[in-house]
C-alpha cells in the first residue's frame, strides 16, 4: 500500500514531465514509422513496377516461343495437307497385303520428310484416315489404337471444326501417363469438302513447360489457361487441370483493358497479374507474381526495423535528458503548491529555480495575497445571502393561509363538525411545527410526505375535494434525507394557480430513485402555462416569472447552494393540458429504513 501511494506522488509530483516526454516519444515513434513505411512502400512500388517492365519483355519473349511452335504445326500441317502420297494412302480401299505394305512405306517417308518441322519440339506426329489407316510416329509419346482415336472426344471437336487447328487438353490417365496438349486438324479435300482424315500433333505438358521454364520461380508462376477457364500448363503441377474461370475473366480484362498488370488475389493469395493474348492458341498467357513473397526476398523488413528502433532509442535518450533538466524547476515549484496547507494561504511558496519557475512562484505569491483578502469578504458575502434566504423560504407560508385555516375550523365549530375542525387543528400544528423549525435540518421522505398530506387535508377540508392529490412513493425512498419544506410550495402553486380556468383536477407526487439521484415529481392537470419547451435548471435564474411564489424560486436556489448547480427544479408546461415539476436531489439515506405503503390518495 505505501508502495503505491509513494508510486503514486512520484507520478503527480512529475506530471509534467511525464507527459511532455510521452508526447515526444509517441511524436518521434509516430514519424519514424512513417518514414520507415513509406520508405518500404516506396521502394516496393518502384521494385513492382520494374519487375512488372522485366515480366512484360519475358512474356513477350515466351509468347515467341509458343508462336515459333505455333508456325512449326501450321507448317507441317500445310505439308501434309497438300501431300497427295499422304492423301492416296488415307483414301485407297482395302488392298492386298504388298499394296498396304508399300503403302505406308510411302507414306512413312513422307511423314519422316515432313517430320523434323516439329521434331526439335519432342512433338509427336500422328495421321489417321478414314480407312482405318494409323501412322503413329512416336508410339511411345502416345500409345493408341485406330479404335480409340478415332472415337475419341478430340477427334469429333475436330471433324466438327474442319476448318480450324484446334490445341486440345489432355489430363494425365491410365491412357496417357501425362497430360498431353494435343493440337489437330481435320484433312480435307478441298474441291468436295469431305474429310478423308485428321492430323494429330501431341506434346507432353513438361515439353510445353520449356517454352517458360527459365522465367519461373516459387514467387513467379506461369499459365497457360484455354478458353473453358481450365489451367493447361503452369510450373506449379498442382495447379494443371484446375478450373480457373476468375483468372480468365481477369486476363481477359487486361489484355482488352491494355493493363501493364493489375494486383488481383486468386488462389487465396495476393499477386500481380500480367496477361499475354496467343490468338493462335485461342489461350491466354498468365504470369502470377506473389507480391509478398518477392518483396520479403527483396527488403529485409527486420533489418530496416532494428535500425529504426536503434535511431528511436537514441532519440528517447537525447529527449529524455532535455526534457528532464527543463522540467525540474517546475516539477519542485509544483510539489511546493501541492504540500501547501489545505486553505492555508500564508504560506507563500520559495522561488526557486529557473527564469520561468521563478516567474510562476512570483506571481503565484502575488496572488495568494490578494485572494486571502477577496476570500473574506466573498464568505461573509455568501453568509449573508444564506440567512437571507433561509429566512424568506422560513416565512413562505402566509400568513393569510393561517388566518382563513382558523376562520374554518370556527365555522366548522359552529356547524358542529367538531371532529373535522379537530383534524384541521392538528394538521395545523404539525404543518407550522415543521416549517418554522431549524430550516437547516433535514428530513425524512416519510416526513415530508406527512407534512404534504397535512397541508392537503387543509386545503380539501377549505374548498372542497374537487382536486385531487395521489402520492406515488417508492418504499426503497421512504428513509432518503431532503431537506424540509422543499416539495410545499410545488402543491401549494398547484392549489392556488394551476386550477383557475378548470375546477377539478389532480396533482400527483412522485418519488424514485433514480441512480444516485433522488427524483421528486409534481404533475398536475391543471390549466397549463404557455411556455416553449422545457425550462432546465439553468433557465430558472433567468425566468423567475415562472413561478407564482418566493418559496418555490427559493427551492431551486436554495437546492443549488447545498448540493451544486447539477441539482435543482425543471419545470414543463403546456397551455390547456398541465404542468411537470421535477426535482432533483443526491441520494441520502438515514440509518433505519421506514417502511410504508407505496401509494396513497388524498
Known amino acids: 500500500m505505501k508502495m503505491k501511494k509513494k508510486a503514486f506522488l512520484v507520478l503527480r509530483n512529475n506530471s509534467l514531465f511525464i507527459k511532455m516526454f510521452l508526447i515526444m516519444v509517441i511524436s518521434i515513434v509516430a514519424v519514424s514509422l512513417l518514414i520507415t513505411f513509406s520508405s518500404i512502400r516506396m521502394s516496393s512500388n518502384l521494385f513492382m513496377d520494374t519487375f512488372s517492365i522485366s515480366n512484360t519483355e519475358a512474356l513477350e519473349q515466351i509468347e515467341n516461343q509458343f508462336e515459333d511452335y505455333s508456325f512449326a504445326i501450321v507448317g507441317a500441317t500445310n505439308e501434309v495437307q497438300n501431300n497427295g502420297t499422304i492423301k492416296k494412302v488415307l483414301t485407297?480401299?482395302?488392298?492386298?497385303?504388298?499394296?498396304?505394305?508399300?503403302?505406308?512405306?510411302?507414306?512413312?517417308?513422307?511423314?519422316?520428310?515432313?517430320?523434323?518441322?516439329?521434331?526439335?519440339?519432342?512433338?509427336?506426329?500422328?495421321?489417321?484416315?478414314?480407312?482405318?489407316?494409323?501412322?503413329?510416329?512416336?508410339?511411345?509419346?502416345?500409345?493408341?489404337?485406330?479404335?480409340?482415336?478415332?472415337?475419341?472426344?478430340?477427334?469429333?471437336?475436330?471433324?466438327?471444326?474442319?476448318?480450324?487447328?484446334?490445341?486440345?487438353?489432355?489430363?494425365?490417365?491410365?491412357?496417357?501417363?501425362?497430360?498431353?496438349?494435343?493440337?489437330?486438324?481435320?484433312?480435307?479435300?478441298?474441291?468436295?469438302?469431305?474429310?478423308?482424315?485428321?492430323?494429330?500433333?501431341?506434346?507432353?505438358?513438361?515439353?510445353?513447360?520449356?517454352?517458360?521454364?527459365?522465367?519461373?520461380?516459387?514467387?513467379?508462376?506461369?499459365?497457360?489457361?484455354?478458353?473453358?477457364?481450365?489451367?493447361?500448363?503452369?510450373?506449379?503441377?498442382?495447379?494443371?487441370?484446375?478450373?480457373?474461370?476468375?483468372?480468365?475473366?481477369?486476363?481477359?480484362?487486361?489484355?482488352?483493358?491494355?493493363?501493364?498488370?493489375?494486383?488481383?488475389?486468386?488462389?487465396?493469395?495476393?499477386?500481380?497479374?500480367?496477361?499475354?493474348?496467343?490468338?493462335?492458341?485461342?489461350?491466354?498467357?498468365?504470369?502470377?507474381?506473389?507480391?509478398?513473397?518477392?518483396?520479403?526476398?527483396?527488403?529485409?523488413?527486420?533489418?530496416?526495423?532494428?535500425?529504426?528502433?536503434?535511431?528511436?532509442?537514441?532519440?528517447?535518450?537525447?529527449?529524455?535528458?532535455?526534457?528532464?533538466?527543463?522540467?525540474?524547476?517546475?516539477?519542485?515549484?509544483?510539489?511546493?503548491?501541492?504540500?501547501?496547507?489545505?486553505h492555508d494561504f500564508n504560506v507563500p511558496v520559495a522561488e526557486t529555480g529557473g527564469y520561468e519557475a521563478k516567474k510562476i512562484a512570483n506571481a503565484f505569491n502575488s496572488m495568494l495575497s490578494e485572494l486571502q483578502e477577496y476570500v473574506d469578504l466573498v464568505v461573509l458575502a455568501q453568509q449573508k445571502q444564506r440567512s437571507a434566504e433561509l429566512m424568506a423560504l422560513q416565512h413562505q407560508i402566509n400568513p393569510h393561509f393561517i388566518y382563513n385555516t382558523l376562520a374554518s375550523v370556527k365555522f366548522m365549530i359552529q356547524q358542529g363538525k367538531k371532529e373535522k375542525a379537530t383534524d384541521m387543528i392538528h394538521a395545523l400544528i404539525s404543518l407550522l411545527q415543521n416549517a418554522l423549525s431549524n430550516v437547516d435540518q433535514t428530513i425524512t421522505v416519510e416526513q415530508e410526505i406527512t407534512d404534504l398530506k397535512n397541508y392537503v387535508l387543509i386545503n380539501q377540508s377549505r374548498y372542497g375535494d374537487g382536486i385531487k392529490v395521489n402520492f406515488f412513493i417508492s418504499p426503497d425512498c421512504l428513509d432518503c434525507q431532503l431537506p424540509k419544506l422543499i416539495l410545499q410550495p410545488f402543491i401549494e402553486n398547484a392549489f392556488f394557480h394551476a386550477f383557475n380556468e378548470k375546477k377539478e383536477g389532480f396533482v400527483q407526487i412522485l418519488v424514485s430513485q433514480k441512480g444516485d439521484n433522488l427524483m421528486c415529481e409534481i404533475v398536475d392537470n391543471g390549466d397549463g402555462m404557455e411556455i416553449k419547451g422545457d425550462h432546465t435548471k439553468e433557465d430558472i435564474k433567468e425566468k423567475r416569472h415562472l413561478f407564482s411564489g418566493i418559496g418555490i424560486r427559493n427551492v431551486h436556489e436554495r437546492i443549488q447552494l447545498l448540493h451544486g448547480e447539477q441539482y435543482g427544479v425543471e419545470i414543463t408546461s403546456k397551455k390547456g393540458e398541465g404542468t411537470k415539476i421535477r426535482v432533483e436531489l443526491p441520494l441520502q439515506k438515514t440509518d433505519a429504513p421506514v417502511e410504508s405503503n407505496k401509494i396513497t390518495s388524498t
Request: aromatic share 10%.
Open 92 to 342: 485407297q480401299e482395302d488392298q492386298n497385303a504388298v499394296e498396304t505394305s508399300k503403302s505406308y512405306h510411302d507414306m512413312s517417308r513422307q511423314i519422316e520428310r515432313i517430320y523434323p518441322t516439329v521434331e526439335s519440339y519432342e512433338a509427336n506426329m500422328i495421321v489417321l484416315g478414314n480407312n482405318e489407316r494409323l501412322y503413329n510416329v512416336n508410339y511411345s509419346n502416345w500409345p493408341v489404337s485406330w479404335e480409340v482415336l478415332r472415337n475419341h472426344p478430340i477427334t469429333q471437336y475436330t471433324i466438327n471444326r474442319p476448318n480450324t487447328l484446334l490445341y486440345q487438353f489432355l489430363p494425365s490417365t491410365s491412357f496417357n501417363d501425362e497430360p498431353i496438349i494435343v493440337a489437330t486438324k481435320a484433312l480435307m479435300e478441298r474441291s468436295t469438302g469431305e474429310i478423308y482424315g485428321v492430323l494429330y500433333f501431341p506434346i507432353r505438358e513438361a515439353q510445353l513447360k520449356e517454352f517458360y521454364q527459365g522465367y519461373t520461380s516459387m514467387e513467379n508462376e506461369v499459365l497457360l489457361v484455354d478458353a473453358t477457364g481450365k489451367i493447361i500448363s503452369s510450373n506449379n503441377e498442382e495447379m494443371i487441370g484446375e478450373e480457373a474461370p476468375d483468372v480468365l475473366a481477369l486476363a481477359k480484362r487486361v489484355d482488352d483493358e491494355q493493363l501493364e498488370f493489375k494486383d488481383v488475389t486468386v488462389f487465396g493469395t495476393d499477386y500481380m497479374l500480367m496477361s499475354q493474348y496467343l490468338p493462335t492458341y485461342n489461350m491466354y498467357l498468365v504470369n502470377l507474381v506473389d507480391k509478398g513473397a518477392v518483396l520479403n526476398n527483396l527488403i529485409n523488413t527486420k533489418e530496416i526495423l532494428l535500425i529504426s528502433l536503434g535511431i528511436v532509442l537514441l532519440a528517447v535518450i537525447v529527449v529524455f535528458i532535455i526534457s528532464r533538466r527543463m522540467t525540474n524547476s517546475i516539477s519542485r515549484l509544483v510539489k511546493q503548491i501541492s504540500t501547501m496547507a489545505k
